[in-house]
């Protein structure tokens, strides 16, 4: 403003030069002006940084052990970064392992932000780039000073128009995707992480749907025929009204079967007193809750449909082999070919980006838009902070739980003797019910809040599953800290989560070494791992056993 004085008062109204002086005092200003300019540019300029050109192999901190990485290099650019992400649990830290290495691609840049989760491993690999770098005679730090890659900076509002919008992108975010593009609608999926997945490519993998044409060629196992006994006894009394008709039919499919019970015996009907009964809870203060039984109905009813249309877009299940899932009471689990939940969520959202479905990851619904009482899209922010808009005609909530928030799950909380401050989670980060106030931000009621579920053979720091271990249990004992049996292994979920509460929390599972026949989705490399972790202990005898763990071995 003041040179602009100057310029305005070096002329006269008619535009007439009046004072040669000040335009000569301007013009000094300009240029040096521009030196200046120039050179505040060259000192923000990236430094030069040469390498010896070449393919670099180092390692990088993995969830589960050290991961072998190559890095190529030309001599003034990184090329590639290759990872062996093969031992890591598959689908959890995937985005660190193409996000990262192409932000530092692009951006030629060590400059990276952590992806929220997986904050270890993120920095695991920038530190394994920084030391191939090195090996190639430069300076990571010069890579570190330089400015994040364009992506990482966009802070542009968008809008988005579609018809359906669909708000979390686990296995039933992309299931309503993939459904609603096979109905021909257009859909864009939103999900606040970096990747979808949600808790389903956390899950064990196996998905429980009675097919007893395929059961019936499996033999009967030990103790089923009395399972089924007891349940056909269950006194009538006991049975919710709504759900008698269907017992009494079951019944009589289980006397037809103990006529010569030399197969494994299921039918959808078994599938549906069985889930009913599992789910059946009282609270701290005796009152009961149980599921409702249409929704029971549906599910025990199409769970087979939904193996087939799995089948259908490209999941691929084992049929040498039928088993009984974490938690599960009965053997009707399919396993896919592909470990764990990853089998689902790949072939989805391969499915879903293939038919036309747009998913935009990093984006966290804040509100739900409200047009003359119908929900008809979303507001929520981008990865940088910038506002995204999508507009539809109809919004699906598909966030998932609150079992990542411990303080909503104590708010809630009817069921559980203690909920502890410090307890760990097997769940997604994710899983903090944002889904949930959303809705209660529109008008929608809770139902069930005060019934979470525990998981009785988790870590006891980070709360993740211990490898390929079955509830009910193949072959282990469980013992409290001095020693002691204190429970049935064969209880349910909630009873041996329960006892271990009484116990103090912290238990050991006792096993030999027949437990590796019966464990999935493990390794002699993870069970190695996890010896040298200190989470598993091996010894020849039990004398030696408790001496490890510090308990009596009279005991």
Request: glycine residues 10%; charged residues 25%; negative net charge.
């Amino acid at each position: 403003e003041f040179l602009l004085g100057r310029v305005q008062h070096a002329f006269d109204e008619n535009g007439d030069l009046k004072d040669q002086g000040t335009i000569d005092f301007l013009e000094s200003c300009f240029f040096r002006f521009v030196r200046f300019a120039n050179i505040a540019n060259q000192l923000n300029q990236p430094e030069d940084v040469r390498f010896e050109p070449g393919t670099y192999h180092v390692t990088t901190v993995g969830h589960n052990g050290d991961l072998p990485m190559s890095v190529t290099l030309s001599e003034d650019r990184i090329e590639a970064i290759d990872i062996d992400s093969s031992g890591e649990t598959g689908g959890i830290a995937d985005v660190v392992f193409t996000r990262i290495p192409d932000e530092i691609i692009e951006g030629q840049t060590l400059n990276v932000d952590a992806i929220s989760g997986a904050s270890v491993t993120s920095k695991g690999v920038l530190n394994g780039v920084a030391r191939a770098v090195r090996q190639a005679g430069a300076n990571p730090d010069a890579l570190r000073s330089r400015p994040k890659a364009p992506s990482a900076l966009d802070k542009e509002d968008k809008t988005y128009d579609t018809e359906l919008v669909i708000v979390g992108g686990g296995g039933a975010g992309l299931t309503a995707a993939a459904r609603a593009l096979q109905a021909g609608k257009k859909v864009i999926l939103v999900e606040k992480f970096p990747a979808v997945g949600g808790n389903t490519v956390r899950a064990g993998g196996p998905m429980n749907a009675p097919d007893p044409a395929w059961q019936n060629t499996f033999p009967a196992n030990p103790g089923e025929a009395h399972n089924l006994q007891e349940l056909h006894d269950i006194d009538e009394a006991t049975i919710d009204p709504e759900f008698l008709p269907d017992f009494r039919a079951l019944k009589s499919e289980i006397e037809e079967y103990l006529k010569g019970p030399t197969y494994l015996f299921d039918s959808k009907l078994l599938y549906r007193i069985q889930t009913y009964l599992g789910g059946k809870r009282k609270d701290l203060k005796g009152h009961e809750i149980h599921g409702n039984y249409e929704l029971i109905r549906v599910l025990t009813e199409h769970a087979l449909e939904s193996v087939r249309w799995l089948e259908n877009i490209g999941v691929e299940f084992l049929r040498d082999e039928v088993t009984m899932p974490v938690g599960a009471i009965w053997r009707r689990g399919h396993k896919p070919k592909v470990p764990m939940g990853v089998a689902y969520i790949a072939v989805l959202k391969d499915f879903v980006l293939k038919n036309g479905g747009i998913i935009l990851t990093d984006t966290q619904v804040k509100e739900l838009v409200v047009t003359d009482g119908v929900v008809t899209g979303v507001k929520g922010s981008g990865r940088n902070g910038q506002t995204i808009t999508v507009n539809g005609k109809a919004v699906i909530l598909t966030t998932g739980g609150f079992a990542a928030n411990t303080k909503m799950l104590q708010k809630y909380n009817t069921y559980w003797s203690e909920i502890d401050d410090n307890i760990a989670t097997s769940n997604t980060p994710a899983a903090t019910g944002d889904g949930i106030l959303l809705g209660q931000s529109v008008g929608a009621d809770l139902v069930g809040m005060g019934f979470s579920q525990m998981m009785p053979v988790s870590d006891p720091v980070t709360g993740a599953l211990f490898t390929g271990l079955q509830v009910p249990p193949a072959n282990f004992i469980m013992v409290n800290t001095k020693g002691k049996r204190f429970v049935d292994e064969y209880g349910s979920r909630d009873q041996l989560s329960q006892a271990a509460i009484d116990n103090g929390g912290l238990f050991y599972l006792i096993a030999d070494e027949n437990i590796k026949e019966t464990a999935y989705n493990t390794s002699q490399d993870k069970i190695d791992a996890q010896v040298e972790a200190g989470t598993l202990f091996k010894a020849d005898t039990l004398e030696e056993l408790a001496e490890q763990i510090n308990i009596d071995p009279a005991t």
